[in-house]
Nanobody, 123 residues
Framework: QVQLVESGGGEVQAGGSLRLSCAAS????????KGWFRQAPGKEREFVAA????????YYADSVKGRFTISRDNAKNTVYLQMNRLNSEDTAVYYC????????????????WGQGTQVTVAS
């Protein structure tokens, strides 16, 4: 089992920035790809970003490309999501996820997920 704990959510004005963190209880090869999904009220959960185990493969949803940056520090078993130029459409609960590959994770077939952290962007 891998536990994922998100932090860093909150309320921010439109145009502002937030950095989310996701701490994993341990690192496993079988679930080494990490990523972020989000779910807004009344909407389905959607992919945001994914990063491979050593950070060489990165994917972003078109809606966040150029504004969000995913990164990881394997020494700390932590993944980050730097979110800049936030707008009201970014308001959602953000979930950290883990899977065997970035391709699997992007498809929504992740093995582990956290409890989520709320991000609210005030316009």
């Amino acid at each position: 089992q891998v536990q994922l704990v998100e932090s860093g959510g909150g309320e921010v004005q439109a145009g502002g920035s937030l950095r989310l963190s996701c701490a994993a209880s341990r690192r496993t090869i079988s679930s080494d790809a990490k990523g972020w999904f989000r779910q807004a009220p009344g909407k389905e959960r959607e992919f945001v970003a994914a990063i491979s185990g050593i950070g060489t493969i990165i994917y972003y949803a078109d809606s966040v490309k150029g504004r969000f940056t995913i990164s990881r520090d394997n020494a700390k078993n932590t993944v980050y999501l730097q979110m800049n130029r936030l707008n009201s459409e970014d308001t959602a609960v953000y979930y950290c996820t883990a899977a065997g590959s970035t391709a699997t994770l992007r498809s929504g077939r992740y093995d582990y997920w956290g409890q989520g952290t709320q991000v609210t962007v005030a316009s």
